[in-house]
């Protein structure tokens, strides 16, 4: 596909940090955008930074209902849909004994009901123009999940495995899936943890701008391609499927002991 002025587009968790970015890219281009999120206020605001094609529609991707009715309210008034980003998410670290359960339960409605939840809400209007895309933002955790972030991973990993098997079920359809693998990305992603964060956590000093990421996942999208990852490198944790060692090493040495503990 090509996303253009003719492009109806509808982002979850736009608010902030990489939703925000891919917002404000689609918008670049002359697409009508919807923004998806809980912060009325918030999305109120970027809208009207956006122009008169930006429709901010708060709810909360965790509830279905909510977030049908804004999908649908979006595609009836910008005519259709071409394109749906699921992207809203939630990290707590930590480790997984040491963790509120209510937190487990949060990232797995948001993480991964919401992303469910905007794939039902969004496939019949892609069906009904003739096709379109899902992009799933997922995580490079999705390829290898690191210590004190393991049902965070988990989270990530279902949406790996959902991308995957939504891709070729939707063969012929027309509608096409990109899977997103983003590294460390600055972000509010960790706002609010920012004190206890691992040790292997690099994001401070080493994380990439959201807009490059943004410009990534378009390219990605109009060239329907499987997944996305970036930075490029991050596609090396993948092989922790096949050499998990190997990586296990390579992460101590890249990014300290508490990486990869054991051995």
Not at 75 to 99: M, S, T
Not at 124 to 133: E, F, K, N, S, T
């Amino acid at each position: 596909m090509r996303i253009d002025a003719s492009t109806r587009a509808l982002v979850t968790g736009a608010s902030k940090g990489i939703g925000r970015a891919l917002a404000e890219a689609l918008a670049a281009r002359g697409a009508a955008v919807g923004l998806a999120a809980r912060g009325a206020e918030e999305l109120e605001a970027l809208a009207g930074r956006l122009g008169p094609r930006a429709t901010a529609l708060p709810c909360d991707v965790g509830d279905a209902a909510q977030l049908t009715a804004a999908i649908d309210r979006f595609a009836a008034e910008a005519g259709g849909l071409d394109l749906a980003i699921a992207n809203a998410g939630v990290a707590h670290y930590g480790r997984f004994e040491d963790q509120d359960p209510e937190l487990h339960e949060r990232m797995t409605r948001i993480n991964w009901l919401g992303t469910l939840n905007t794939a039902r809400a969004a496939l019949p209007h892609l069906r009904a123009g003739g096709g379109g895309q899902l992009a799933i933002v997922s995580s490079g955790s999705a390829l290898r999940t690191f210590p004190e972030a393991a049902v965070y991973g988990a989270t990530k990993a279902a949406q790996r495995g959902f991308a995957e098997a939504l891709r070729h079920e939707l063969a012929g359809s027309g509608v096409s899936v990109t899977t997103v693998y983003p590294g460390e990305i600055v972000s509010e992603l960790h706002a609010h943890e920012k004190a206890t964060m691992p040790a292997w956590y690099h994001g401070d000093g080493r994380a990439a701008p959201a807009a490059e990421l943004a410009r990534a996942v378009i390219e990605g999208i109009e060239a329907d391609r499987r997944s996305v990852a970036f930075p490029r490198e991050v596609r090396l944790l993948a092989l922790a499927a096949v050499a998990p060692r190997a990586v296990d090493a390579l992460l101590r040495r890249l990014r300290g002991p508490s990486a990869a503990p054991r051995h």
